[in-house]
């Protein structure tokens, strides 16, 4: 069984930058892919970002790309998102996503975080 656990949510003012990680635990860390996905009130879980295992593959959405970094540190079980020049539609509960393959798709999802919420404001 595989648990994941989000943190480093918080408040931060439009252009500003937050980092989230995720951590994993009760299955090889190395051996899964791993991304992001994110909820606003009165919306579908969305796609964010999606890293593999072995860091070679990264795939973004086209609403964060060039904002946002994923990274993962294999050594620490641990997986980052650094967010830079955030808007106020990046405001979401962030959920850390552990899959067998890189992958955008919900359905692909074996283990989901708790999520982590990140609010941009004016």
């Known amino acids: 069984q595989i648990q994941v656990v989000e943190s480093g949510g918080g408040l931060v003012q439009a252009g500003g930058s937050l980092t989230l990680s995720c951590r994993t635990s009760g299955r090889g860390f190395s051996n899964l892919a791993m991304g992001w996905f994110r909820q606003a009130p009165g919306t579908g879980r969305e796609f964010v970002a999606a890293?593999?295992?072995?860091?070679?593959?990264?795939t973004y959405a086209d609403s964060v790309k060039g904002r946002f970094t994923i990274s993962r540190d294999n050594a620490k079980s641990t997986m980052y998102l650094q967010m830079n020049s955030l808007k106020s539609e990046d405001t979401a509960a962030y959920y850390c996503?552990?899959?067998?393959?890189?992958?955008?798709?919900?359905?692909?999802?074996?283990?989901w975080g708790q999520g982590t919420q990140s609010t941009v404001s004016w």
């Open positions: 890293i593999s295992r072995n860091s070679i593959t990264r």
């Open positions: 996503a552990a899959s067998p393959y890189i992958s955008a798709n919900i359905n692909d999802v074996l283990a």
